[in-house]
């Protein structure tokens, strides 16, 4: 096999010893360091690299929605849905890792000097794309044209038919996502996106997991109407046209279907045709990257301060305007940072988002059913307990060998790091949260008093929750520890405490709500609630900076 393929390399102009180590190479390369590291909290260096983690995800959500639409949905709709899932999740793969898979400029430091012709480069890096594109390919592929084989009017040719309409649709997706993106070039834009896309296959097993107790908790059969009846709008989407063919191989076969089928692979054969010249003459043209150096001097006005917007009137002293710079600049940058200390904010999100598709946001001053009124009066106070898990989170950093310069600093206030670090949290993420939910109670309950006193409240609260983290969850000072794999959710027992404190203000609150004597005593409390905890973390960050004053 390998030397009829050797021979086959060699009559194509192909170096076939330099094309099986440069394609072991890359495989062993991709393998094992990818973008998707910060969506599988892996590492190169782990025995299951973070594609494998990758694949795993890809089979999990085929599975789901395979087996939460089998036996209650017709062929169609069981082909769309999936199909359509794999059209994206093939498309944001290639996306995220397309310079490392597809084209890598890199390469051009290591194999430069060597004489390795582009024609085997080419070659190299087209088996290496072929092998990662095939294993998405076959993880979301395979469960669902297995499963589809049960279904009620399903007929023997629906497994052909549909692995013939995944690989047309992910084929074409794989070549306009590499067209589209060999046209881009590099973009520092494209590099922020791939950090949220590498995301979109645990999004879309949580979409799929509690679409699911949803659908088998409706009664109505709602899902399953939609996808009997669809919209007239859901004709002109391409993967419709591949689940109508599917569904006509499925259920009436003929000749037209063979030939429908003929012609998919033909405009398939095309694309990866033009392609393969496309990518080609790209790898051909690659030249050394060379360095530009830009000098950007400091105005003499900002010298000696932080220019970073909110920054110099929000934060007191330096040591808080460097906690508040470090903050932003830090989450801004560091994605595996951002994922981390955001991830409780999803909580909320759920909370708000469940109960206006159930119904059940009622405004607590007004309506006292518990069944209408839990989830809004939970959403307050879920917002206040992201807050410790964030400020905790902000201890670990990617670049904590840079601390010596915070430990080593002349720190007259150390509490000052901390209460930048807080008041960042504060500004670009608590107030725009609370913003955002006193929008969506007011358009909800119409009642603009309550919809202001509630987010007050928990904008109120999230302050003393950031007090109480630096007092009793932060470990050491901002930024300054390596990444906690495995611990990002803070001491259990802090988390515990503060949590029985939220569940008793929010019985408080479900009872109380509509007595002006309640927001009162809350605000009132929080804000007594300030003066203990900040004076316990200043203590707490002088012992951590070593006693400074």
């Known amino acids: 096999m390998v030397g009829w393929l050797a021979s086959l390399l060699t009559a194509q102009g192909i170096d076939a010893r330099q094309f099986f180590a440069l394609t072991k190479a890359f495989l062993l390369s991709d393998l094992r360091g990818l973008h998707y590291t910060k969506a599988t909290g892996t590492k190169p260096s782990h025995v299951v690299s973070p594609l494998f983690w990758v694949v795993g995800q890809c089979l999990t959500l085929s599975a789901i929605a395979s087996l939460v639409l089998f036996m209650r949905v017709e062929v169609f709709f069981f082909s769309f849905v999936n199909l359509s899932l794999a059209v994206v999740v093939i498309a944001t793969t290639v996306l995220v890792e397309f310079q490392e898979v597809v084209l890598n400029p890199k390469d051009l430091m290591i194999l430069g000097p060597r004489p390795i012709s582009p024609r085997t480069y080419t070659a190299a890096r087209f088996a290496n794309l072929l092998l990662y594109v095939a294993m998405m390919f076959l993880a979301l592929t395979i469960q669902p044209a297995i499963v589809g084989i049960g279904l009620r009017d399903t007929g023997p040719w629906f497994a052909p038919a549909y692995l013939l309409a995944s690989f047309t649709g992910c084929s074409v997706m794989v070549c306009l996502v590499i067209l589209g993106l060999a046209a881009l070039g590099n973009s520092e834009t494209l590099?922020?996106?791939k950090t949220v896309l590498a995301w979109t296959q645990i999004i879309l097993i949580l979409v799929a997991g509690y679409g699911a107790q949803m659908m088998f908790r409706d009664k109505k059969s709602q899902l399953e109407v939609w996808g009997a009846f669809p919209p007239a709008w859901i004709e002109y989407l391409p993967t419709t046209w591949l689940a109508r063919f599917?569904?006509?191989?499925?259920?009436?076969p003929s000749v037209s279907t063979l030939t429908i089928g003929g012609l998919m692979l033909l405009f398939t054969a095309v694309c990866l045709a033009v392609t393969v010249r496309c990518v080609a003459y790209l790898y051909k043209?690659?030249?050394p990257l060379t360095v530009q150096i830009r000098h950007r001097p400091m105005k003499p006005g900002t010298l000696g301060g932080l220019a970073f917007g909110a920054g110099h009137p929000l934060a007191r002293g330096p040591e808080q305007r460097v906690g508040f710079?470090?903050?932003?600049k830090l989450l801004w940058r560091d994605g595996n940072l951002r994922m981390r200390s955001l991830l409780p904010f999803s909580m909320p999100l759920a909370a708000v988002a469940l109960a206006i598709a159930t119904g059940q946001f009622a405004n607590p001053m007004t309506n006292h059913d518990p069944a209408q009124v839990t989830l809004p009066i939970l959403a307050v106070y879920l917002i206040a307990l992201s807050v410790p898990h964030l400020i905790y989170n902000l201890t670990f950093n990617d670049d904590h060998d840079a601390a010596w310069l915070l430990r080593c600093a002349p720190l007259r206030q150390p509490i000052g790091l901390g209460l930048g670090v807080a008041k960042a949290v504060m500004f670009w993420i608590i107030t725009p949260t609370c913003v955002a939910f006193a929008g969506v109670a007011?358009?909800?309950?119409?009642?603009?008093?309550?919809?202001?006193?509630?987010?007050?409240?928990a904008w109120l609260l999230s302050w003393v929750m950031a007090l109480a983290a630096l007092w009793l969850a932060v470990p050491d000072l901002p930024f300054s520890r390596a990444p906690d794999r495995g611990g990002s959710t803070g001491p259990v027992l802090v988390t515990a405490a503060l949590s029985g404190l939220a569940m008793q203000w929010g019985?408080?609150?479900y009872f109380f709500a509509a007595s002006i004597i309640f927001w009162i005593a809350s605000f009132v409390v929080a804000l007594l609630l300030m003066i203990p905890l900040l004076k316990k973390a200043d203590d707490r960050f002088r012992k951590l900076a070593g006693g400074m004053a």
């Open 285 to 287: 043209s690659m030249q």
């Open 325 to 328: 710079w470090l903050c932003g």
């Open 191 to 193: 590099e922020g996106w």
């Open 507 to 509: 019985a408080l609150h």
């Open 442 to 457: 007011l358009w909800q309950w119409g009642d603009p008093v309550a919809a202001l006193l509630h987010a007050s409240l």
């Open 246 to 252: 599917v569904e006509q191989a499925s259920v009436t």
